[in-house]
């Protein structure tokens, strides 16, 4: 099966810096890519996702790029801001039917102001 | 109701006992999923069912069952509870093929005595 890693597990970065957290996934058939954001306390919520026909999607200050040779993918946060506080996941699965979805370990983003 | 709800909120249950989370939701996924949350280990699947009549099992099903009688709920039981069992379980469910964002219930945090 699918086995998605995940780093780093806890990332502080000052307020205005940038974020990046970093996946790789094994199944080389996945093609779709989700992003959820967790609040503490909260159930997770898609924030942005990518698939293999393209190589980078950008929303605003969050943007993923995609590496399929290398098999992992990356979400970056431009000017992070306190209210970006929270756990972060990634997860890879099949696209086009009702494919599970392996999620990642999580990463603890703590923005300082 | 509007969306995915889980009940209860939370729960105390002594070891041996018989205990039934509730899923609901009224978007029409025909994709429901079972998640629990342990802190370090992100989110695991337990079971899933890709339509009304069929379940599979996730990553890590042992002690759970589900049932999958109609579109709308997707229950979870676990016949006789463990220590280990104590965690946050999130409910989700996806829609029609080619739509994989997953949508999360509140949340049932679960301790077993």
């Known amino acids: 099966g699918e086995n998605v890693e995940q780093h780093p597990s806890t990332l502080s970065v000052q307020e205005g810096d940038s974020a990046v957290i970093k996946c790789t996934y094994s199944d080389s058939a996945s093609n779709y890519f989700p992003w959820y954001k967790q609040e503490l306390g909260k159930r997770p919520q898609l924030i942005i996702d990518?698939?293999?026909?393209?190589g980078e999607k950008k929303d605003q200050r969050i943007a993923v790029t995609l590496n399929k040779t290398a098999k992992h993918f990356s979400l970056h946060i431009t000017e992070t801001q306190p209210e970006d506080s929270a756990v972060y996941f990634c997860a890879a699965s099949i696209a086009g039917g009702y494919q599970k979805v392996t999620f990642g370990t999580g990463t603890k983003l703590q923005v300082i102001p | 109701i509007a969306g995915i709800t889980q009940a209860p909120t939370s729960q105390i249950l002594a070891a041996g006992r018989r205990m039934t989370l509730r899923c609901t939701q009224d978007?029409?996924?025909?994709?429901m999923y079972w998640y629990r949350q342990d802190l370090g280990l992100g989110l695991r699947l337990i079971h899933y069912s890709n339509t009304a009549g069929t379940t599979g099992k996730g990553e890590v099903p042992d002690g759970y069952s589900v049932s999958r009688a109609n579109t709308d709920d997707f229950p979870l039981t676990l016949a006789s509870a463990v220590p280990s069992q104590t965690s946050v379980y999130f409910c989700?469910?996806?829609?029609?093929?080619?739509?994989?964002?997953?949508?999360f219930g509140p949340g049932t945090r679960l301790t077993v005595l």
């Open positions: 978007m029409r996924h025909n994709a």
């Open positions: 989700a469910s996806s829609g029609v093929a080619g739509d994989n964002e997953q949508f």
């Open positions: 990518i698939r293999s026909n393209v």
